[in-house]
């Protein structure tokens, strides 16, 4: 099993009390409302680098020895972990090759490139952080550089879990509840290492998203497992296995955890920006999204949710809309048939569509057929709950109509 106690994570606040900010902890009448108790959230997203992840970079890079320093560093990223890998080697003067998926957002890449200066070469390749960690891991072999995991090190796992100590320094007790995002498990077993140490009866949950659960699957086979598909939309948390380390803590510990669609992480996200001000990557909302849906709290409890990070780029709001729309049920799609004859949209407009639903997408998908033209349609409902009585209306209007599934392949097609 891991080597790793409250005292090593203890003494990694040491280390890091002049490098990491020690973040606010704020209270939140929204959050506080929808689970039904008093929610503080752990504004982590002000890190220097806008995340948790330098706590862990740093722990582990300012402990190598001067021969390790020499050969310099190797590591893989979805985003944040470069960006504390980054600020940590330009801080100490050591120089890192930092591997990224082509699914890290641009700003990501800019950032880490501007944390680090002279002192990083950015390497993209793969579409998965799983694949750039593949070729971290080779380049770390081959080169003898020192390779920095994300989460998968007792030193990288310490300094995530200094979350905990100051979460309850700055509450002034434990929390009832604890809410942390999950993507390899790193920070999770940082802060359940700490908290069942110091404060077992915290209730700690780790909250992954539902199209990259790999700490749920490999709990429950047992070991770490690679899943076969992933959902990379939430990218700071889009991991297909769990890391080995991690998976140990956590095991020994026993953990509850939840998994939270993606559909959701976006709705969050736009409540954080629209009525709080606060801009959330989808990972830094994962854990706040399970309030009040997954998860509730009893009258007079407190529950602290980890905001981990907010490196969010701004061209994703598009699709970050789209998703949280799917998911309260408002957008919809469908291949719909038309007779070619006159007023056959029309008659869709006036007796098929509610007074409150709008048209957002309309394009004809063949048109070699002189009988019948397919049309794709997406609809934005002025009320989720009126999608029967709109399917209701389809049948009777005679038109030949397909509602396209959001999981199916034919949605990621045409969509």
Not at 206 to 213: F, Q, T, V
Not at 220 to 225: D, E, F, M, S
């Amino acid at each position: 099993m891991t080597e790793l106690t409250a005292a090593d994570i203890d003494a990694a606040a040491t280390n890091l009390a002049d490098v990491v900010r020690r973040t606010p902890l704020q209270a939140n009448a929204r959050l506080s409302e929808l689970a039904g108790g008093s929610v503080l959230i752990k504004r982590e997203d002000l890190q220097p680098v806008r995340s948790y992840k330098l706590r862990g970079a740093y722990n582990m890079i300012s402990q190598l020895s001067a021969e390790e320093t020499r050969l310099g560093v190797v590591a893989a990223s979805a985003g944040n972990h470069g960006q504390g890998v980054a600020y940590a080697c330009a801080r100490l003067k050591i120089k890192a090759r930092i591997f990224v998926p082509t699914t890290t957002p641009r700003q990501k890449r800019d950032r880490m490139i501007k944390l680090g200066g002279e002192y990083i070469t950015l390497v993209v390749t793969g579409e998965t952080y799983d694949q750039a960690s593949k070729a971290a891991k080779l380049d770390a072999a081959e080169s003898g550089a020192v390779l920095v995991p994300a989460f998968d090190d007792p030193r990288v796992i310490a300094g995530q879990g200094t979350v905990a100590g100051e979460i309850v320094y700055q509450l002034g007790k434990a929390p009832d509840v604890l809410l942390v995002p999950v993507g390899g498990g790193g920070l999770l077993a940082g802060c359940l290492t700490w908290f069942r140490a110091n404060y077992p009866a915290t209730r700690v949950i780790g909250i992954e998203p539902a199209g990259a659960a790999c700490l749920q699957a490999a709990i429950t086979a047992g070991h770490p497992v690679e899943l076969d598909d992933i959902d990379t939309f939430v990218d700071g948390a889009a991991v297909s296995r769990a890391g080995d380390e991690p998976y140990q803590l956590v095991a020994a510990h026993g953990v509850e955890l939840i998994s939270v669609p993606e559909g959701q992480v976006c709705h969050e996200m736009l409540d954080l920006y629209q009525v709080d001000g606060i801009i959330a990557e989808p990972a830094g909302a994962l854990a706040l999204a399970a309030l009040g849906r997954q998860v509730r709290l009893n009258p007079g409890q407190t529950a602290v949710a980890i905001l981990s990070g907010g490196n969010n780029d701004v061209s994703r709001y598009a699709e970050i809309v789209e998703r949280a729309l799917i998911w309260e049920g408002r957008k919809h799609y469908f291949l719909v048939s038309f007779p070619q004859e006159p007023g056959a949209l029309r008659r869709f407009l006036d007796e098929v569509l509610g007074p409150d639903d709008d048209v957002t997408l309309f394009e004809y998908v063949k048109r070699d057929n002189r009988e019948i033209g397919p049309a794709l349609i997406g609809l934005e409902l002025g009320n989720p709950a009126e999608l029967r009585a709109l399917m209701e209306r389809m049948e009777r209007s005679n038109l030949q109509a397909e509602k396209i599934d959001p999981n199916s392949p034919m949605y990621r097609f045409l969509i």
